[in-house]
């Protein structure tokens, strides 16, 4: 078809069999494969980690804490060693960490006083297994933010260029929710929402009663309420309430690549799935300028290996990605593929988030609920909506939840012997807490670049990463711990208490922004179709992409763009423009 | 109910659970075939605590949490099972930490008089531990090692089989989320696997 460029150096044969390549089988790898795959295209699947067997692989499903080892603990100097950063996560613990990386394998370097929490996932379904699943969209007010404040690059789309992709994703997907009117969180296409309890339904009354412009709902989440027939084709099945969904669900209950997208590639029967390859850069042949292909690195044996397609799409995390275009070097672009703009690697966000309240709701106290809900309550944005903050720029949400606490309140409580067991054996008293999830600046100093001294043992220059909270993420962490005591108090609780401790840099796990999308090629990598301005045929769909971070979880976006991306591209391969 | 939850045993909930699923995952799939408590006979050594430690941290076990109506933490193995954790799981700080906090809550108890914890009376000894454990919530506590310890063994009687389906109650496949269900008088505490858990 085409030939490599000159500093292809790769042995061993390529096969040119494929019309599309796809890095990465997350959220956004996984789109991608099924909607190329749908489209008719013969797509290669490369997934960097081993290779993870719906229902079969996930070995701690179902198992009790008295079925570990250590009771669900991970032993002490183990998590020491090998995963001082991904002990981090909320998710972490011995029933999942199968699903995280090894810190000691995967280095990643942060100025001392700059942390940076990567948490990931290598393995086939990428973190897709591990995601909480909160699905929103974003609105007009997200996408024209940009543009009315000067802060990063304006958004080359607009929430109406995007609404039929998210249609599509939520169709597909299964999001349950409630349908709200509200402009800064546009309703979708919603199986029925979880239940609230009675303690939310008065947290919820009485918030709204204080505040009009403040709506405390249900939180949209990714978990089969009411599965559709497509669903129940793809062997998925309503939620079983069991709430350990980063164990894996043999039910596909929650969306994950494993339980929806590559079931659905796969029976097009156009999808050709390889595990253990590490795409190490984009070969790029400047006689046509397009991507002709990838390099791999075995992830086991460390053989090298090329594959080559008309198409690549890039989605191997936002980090992941932006790293394999920092080290695809040529002649035409010395600093990273498609990085005439030099923005590649900046302008690095996450949400801000670790600050919040809880408190004590008097209430229903002759009241229990039954079931572990998957997904809690969601409060959004409100701030900078019809009035202007002068605080800060931008917004935050909150995810919440009202639960009677059990037996582990015995660790804060006095008391030992009879009494003290005979109370632990009640549920405790009902509690009330909630936790901020704020917008981050675009800014161009927060960037990764590779290092110029350190490679992980796949020859990778390992990824630096600068990233810091400033001047309007700190203001609003303040609003967010000021805003949450002020809403607990309007809901009726007691004993408030206020968290200040503000999550660092990437522990959100929503890190995006560093190849964004934005009308001018001088100053962003990728275009209105998440195509690379200097590339044609090289499409970057993950959360790299994203030009602004809004408030709300991101992955919801990542699944719209990707699949809007796929239908571009595909549209653009038969009027052979790529 | 307090009944149906006693007569529940192992094989009923394996049971149960595989006909939840409608047969579609294996009970090797569920992974009900290995026990951390269960594995570790009654009468076996301790590997990690000399037998004076491990019979002052079977006593204290049990004056956390006593068997009443219910198994207490003796009688769900805590005290074997917390040996295995300081064996197996425990860095060797936390190692030293229970064998120095052994020591010194025996040094409290020869300063009020006995001759060592075990030599004490039930009584003098849950005044002891009373004391100890008041003095973990005060203002100014500068021991943490009874509020670590005490976290210890409620983890250790919770996480028993015991606990979690006797004591409290569980679901390993809810089904349904009914958020509002009236309480009855004796309604007990659901028990649910903690996550990144810090003990």
Known sequence: MRGFGANTTMPSEISNDFDAIVVGSGISGGWAAKELTERGLKVLLLERGRNVTHRQDYVTEGKAAWEMPYAGQIPESLTESDYAVQNQCYAFSDYTKHFFVNDRENPYATPDNKPFSWIRGHQLGGRSLLWHRHSYRLSALDFEANKLDGHGTDWPIRYKDLAPWYDHAENFAGISGSHEGLSQLPDGVFQPPFPMNCVEKDIKKNIEAAFPDRKLIMGRVAHLTEPTKEQIALGRSRCMNRDECQRGCSFGAYFSSLSATLPAANRTGNLTTVTDAVVDSVIYDSDSNRASGVRVVDANNHEHRSYGARLVFLCASTLGTTQIMLNSTSERFPNGIANSSGTLGRYLMDHIGGVGASGVFPGHQDMYDAGRRGGGLYLPRFRNVMDKDERFLRGFGYQGGAYRSSWSRGNNTPGIGIDFKAALQRPGPWTFDMVGFGEMLPDERNHVRLSKKNKDSWGMPILEIDCEHRENELAMFDAIAADAEELLNAAGLTDISVNQDKAAPGLMIHEMGTARMGHDPKTSVLNKFNQAHDVPNLFVTDGSAMTSSACQNPSLTYMALTARAAAAAVEMLQEGKL | ?199
């Open chain 2, 1 to 199: 109910m307090a009944d149906n939850r006693t007569h529940l045993t192992r094989r009923t909930a394996i049971k149960g659970a595989v006909a939840l699923l409608g047969g579609t995952l294996t009970t090797a799939q569920l992974g009900l075939l290995g026990n951390s408590f269960a594995a570790i006979a009654e009468d076996a050594s301790p590997r990690f605590l000399c037998p004076k430690q491990f019979t002052m941290l079977s006593r204290i076990a049990d004056l956390i949490i006593p068997e009443t109506d219910t198994a207490g933490a003796l009688g769900v193995g805590a005290p074997h099972f917390i040996d295995m954790m300081l064996a197996d799981w425990a860095s060797p700080q936390r190692q030293a930490e229970y064998v120095a906090g052994l020591d010194s809550i025996d040094v409290r108890a020869r300063d009020a008089g006995a001759s060592s914890f075990l030599a004490s009376t039930t009584e003098q000894q849950m005044v002891l531990l009373r004391a100890l454990d008041n003095e973990f919530f005060a203002e100014h506590s500068t021991d943490p090692f009874f509020g670590v310890l005490k976290k210890m063994v409620l983890f250790a009687y919770y996480s028993s089989e015991i606990g979690a389906t006797v004591e409290l109650r569980f679901q390993r496949i809810p089904g349904d989320y009914l958020p509002c269900v009236p309480m009855a008088d004796d309604s007990h505490a659901w028990f649910w696997s903690q996550y990144n858990y810090a003990l």
